[in-house]
């Protein structure tokens, strides 16, 4: 795996935007893969994360982002996304991508990590 991460930007506060994760590796389709965020001064968090085609797609969302955010992926462009609407300026960080084998393990323990894309939300 070779996570690139992009989309990142500055937004107002209720306004969209559309994270991308690239896979140059090109097996992204294998793997379970998440969006991650590391606010200023905050732990790292999982914010969502979606199982491989195998598994039908099962996703999982924090609390704080149901409803507002929206993962999914493209296995044949190698590509995951993370369409954040009803942006609020809580959203804001370091917005990175990562991948496991297993759903258990890209919530927990997730591994080959992106350069991660800056989110940031004015009020």
């Known amino acids: 795996l070779q996570l690139a991460e992009s989309g990142g930007g500055l937004v107002q506060s209720g306004g969209s935007l559309n994270l991308s994760c690239v896979d140059s590796?090109?097996?992204?389709?294998?793997?379970?893969v998440g969006w991650f965020r590391q606010a200023p001064g905050k732990e790292l968090e999982a914010v969502s994360c979606?199982?491989?085609?195998?598994?039908?797609?099962?996703?999982y969302y924090t609390d704080f982002v149901k409803g507002r955010f929206t993962i999914s992926r493209d296995s044949a462009k190698n590509t995951m996304y993370l369409q954040m609407n009803s942006l609020k300026p809580e959203d804001m960080g370091v917005y990175y991508c990562?991948?496991?084998?297993?759903?258990?393990?890209?919530?927990?323990?997730?591994?080959?990590w992106g350069q991660g894309t800056q989110v940031t939300v004015s009020s």
């Open positions: 990562a991948a496991h084998t297993t759903m258990a393990g890209v919530t927990t323990t997730p591994e080959s």
């Open positions: 979606i199982n491989n085609s195998d598994y039908d797609g099962q996703t």
């Open positions: 590796g090109h097996t992204l389709r294998y793997y379970a």
